[in-house]
């Protein structure tokens, strides 16, 4: 672990705090008091350090891989807040309370060349929404036509963005997942659009989702990321612990092996 530490450029202050908790506690996780496997970097509870502020070195934890890919670019006061809403939402259909999010960052995606907004469109309407097209010729407004192009763009195959669109036909720009508005123009806010494969890998069956979502699913089918966000839930409620559970499709490849002195 200690190879591993100074790889990853950890501060040696830090370097004396997780050894200091290893000592009190054991090879287990800062947040949760999980015990953590030091062996296997394929297993969803091997070993990892988190920044606790994402950025900044200043606080460098041990935790495990899974936690740390849900917890994304948060700090953990917002990662307990958002666990905890979307239980409830799976629990309960209550619809998510939004909160700014301190270090969220996403860079600039690939966006589609449009046309100059037109006025003169004779009156047509776009195919999706039936708001007027964007220009004269066009079968979308400009928002539709960004999303058609952004799923094209994506390789979304024809039967699962057909699937998309009749979710979009029928709920309108939410996530199929919580019913949860989307921002359809800001990508740098955690609830832009996003296409997830609801399970791993599958091309055939792809969801409409917000990107923050998307980022906490990681390598999760929905049912494996219901389970592990009520567990998440659980600890923070009452301190239960977390029950581990093989998930299907994780994988991550291992780390190099660092040379010893």
């Known amino acids: 672990m200690l190879n591993h530490m100074h790889h990853r450029n950890i501060p040696p202050e830090n370097i004396k705090e997780i050894c200091e908790h290893v000592r009190r506690y054991g090879h287990v996780c800062f947040y949760t008091k999980t015990p953590l496997n030091m062996t296997d970097p394929k297993d969803p509870f091997y070993f990892v350090f988190d920044h606790m502020i994402p950025g900044d070195n200043r606080k460098i934890v041990l935790t495990f891989a899974l936690l740390n890919e849900m917890k994304s670019d948060m700090i953990p006061q917002e990662f307990r807040y958002y666990i905890l809403q979307l239980d409830q939402c799976f629990k309960t259909g209550k619809k998510i ?97 996003e296409f997830d494969h609801t399970v791993p890998g599958n091309k055939a ?47 991550r490849l291992a780390p190099k092996l660092l040379a010893t002195a």
């Open 97 to 193: 309370r939004k909160m700014r999010l301190s270090r969220w960052y996403r860079l600039t995606p690939v966006q589609p060349a449009l046309l100059s907004k037109s006025s003169n469109t004779d009156g047509k309407k776009c195919i999706n929404c039936g708001e007027p097209v964007y220009a004269p010729g066009a079968e979308y407004c400009y928002r539709c036509h960004e999303f058609a192009y952004n799923m094209d763009n994506r390789r979304i195959n024809n039967e699962a963005a057909k699937q998309i669109w009749k979710h979009v036909h029928c709920h309108g720009f939410v996530c199929e997942y919580t019913g949860t508005s989307l921002n359809m123009t800001d990508y740098k806010d955690p609830f832009y659009y």
């Open 205 to 251: 069956k792809v969801a409409l989702t917000f990107s923050l979502l998307n980022e906490m699913k990681s390598e999760m089918t929905l049912n494996e990321f219901k389970y592990y966000v009520g567990q998440f839930a659980g600890f923070f409620r009452t301190g239960a612990k977390i029950k581990k559970r093989k998930l299907k499709y994780w994988f």
